[in-house]
Antibody, heavy 119, light 107 residues
Framework: QEQLVQSGAEVKKPGASVKVSCKAS????????IIWVRQATGQGLEWMGW????????GHARKFQGRLTMTRNTAISTAYMELNSLTSDDTAVYYC????????????WGQGTQVTVSA | DIQLTQSPASLSASVGDRVTITCRAS??????VNWYQQKPGKAPQFLMY???RLHSGVPSRFSGSGSGTDFTLTISSLQPEDFATYFC?????????FGQGTKVEIK
């Protein structure tokens, strides 16, 4: 079945970068956008951006301007999200999800990757 | 950015109760609303798209309605596995924002 599997938890110091991977299986990786969403502990869901694995095009929320890079390796059906200049406010669980059709619902989701930013 | 306001933020209900969650958008988003269920420590799971169309496999006790700025998710007869947090999401314009969530707890 369609599945997204993410890389493991990360602990980073302020100012560092983190790169999270998201491996797709069970569907054609280049057919659907990959969306990145994060969730701080006890908080809601925050949409970060999207990437088209087919074209490499991407877009992101304004608050991540200059800090967020989304890439992919189609040979291994894997998407990547890299966030730079980390602060404690970036401590959260990061999810990738597949965007589906014109209504862009998100299904499936990866299991989530905990990123902790601490001195 | 389009703001989504869910109400209530939390509710307590019993098994068998009818539950309604509201999601209000800051501007007209036609029917570009999707709903998700999230249980503690788990990723969200997709429930419904286009405001009222159930995802395959989602029980028929779940239903959705609305268009424009006001949307509702209804659970007709709450079951033990339905205790969770529910989020609406708009996909009308990027950034695709989410409501802040409604936690459904056991009374």
């Amino acid at each position: 079945q369609e599945q997204l599997v993410q890389s493991g938890a990360e602990v980073k110091k302020p100012g560092a970068s983190v790169k999270v991977s998201c491996k797709a299986s069970g569907y054609t990786f280049t057919s659907n956008d990959i969306i990145w969403v994060r969730q701080a502990t006890g908080q809601g869901l925050e949409w970060m951006g999207w990437m088209s694995p087919g074209s490499g095009d991407s877009g992101h929320a304004r608050k991540f301007q200059g800090r967020l890079t989304m890439t992919r390796n189609t040979a291994i059906s894997t998407a990547y999200m890299e966030l730079n200049s980390l602060t404690s406010d970036d401590t959260a669980v990061y999810y990738c999800a597949r965007g589906v059709t014109n209504f862009n619902w998100l299904d499936p989701w990866g299991q989530g990757t905990q990123v902790t930013v601490s001195a | 950015d389009i703001q989504l306001t869910q109400s209530p933020a939390s509710l307590s209900a019993s098994v068998g109760d009818r539950v309604t969650i509201t999601c209000r958008a800051s501007q007209n988003i036609r029917n570009y609303v999707n709903w998700y269920q999230q249980k503690p420590g788990k990723a969200p799971q997709f429930l419904m798209y286009a405001a009222s169309r159930l995802h395959s496999g989602v029980p028929s006790r779940f239903s959705g309605s609305g268009s424009g700025t006001d949307f509702t998710l209804t659970i007709s007869s709450l079951q033990p596995e339905d205790f969770a947090t529910y989020f609406c999401q708009q996909s009308y314009n990027t950034p695709w924002t989410f409501g802040q969530g409604t936690k459904v707890e056991i009374k």
